[in-house]
């Protein structure tokens, strides 16, 4: 049964792309490779186990993971947004959430975060001239 495998692989040069080619040119079942050194990204398909291709892939001491998936599954279910909540300044903190949550900050109500900055005026060109 053909596979797609997608790693993450610490790659920073040409030399480091050549070293993941070789180990993926002579691993069984392979069948085509791509090698984005830009994206630092793999992408392996054949008759591949991924603990396998991984496990290839680490011998050339890269650091490497599998490609993070974008939509993983929560244990809680769908996410619900969560919103920002006004407190008073001196509770300014982080708010626990829920599980499997984003935590966020709590928007602190304050006069001084509204108002603006004042400019600095820069110093004169005089100040750096000798006095005789």
Not at 23 to 41: A, C, P, R, Y
Not at 51 to 79: H, I, L, N, R, Y
């Amino acid at each position: 049964m053909s596979q797609t495998v997608v790693l993450k692989v610490g790659m920073s040069c040409g030399g480091c792309a050549g070293a993941v080619k070789r180990v993926l040119s002579n691993m069984e079942g392979v069948e085509t490779f791509d090698i984005d050194l830009e994206q630092k990204k793999v992408t392996v398909k054949g008759n591949i186990e991924p603990d396998a291709v991984f496990q290839t892939v680490s011998k050339t001491g890269k650091k490497t993971e599998f490609w993070p998936t974008e939509a993983s599954p929560c244990c809680c279910g769908p996410k619900k947004p969560v919103e920002p909540v006004d407190a008073p300044a001196s509770e300014a903190e982080h708010v626990a959430a829920p599980s499997c949550e984003v935590i966020k900050p709590v928007a602190a109500a304050s006069a001084e975060a509204e108002k603006p900055v004042e400019p600095v005026a820069a110093p004169s060109t005089e100040a750096g001239k000798q006095v005789e």
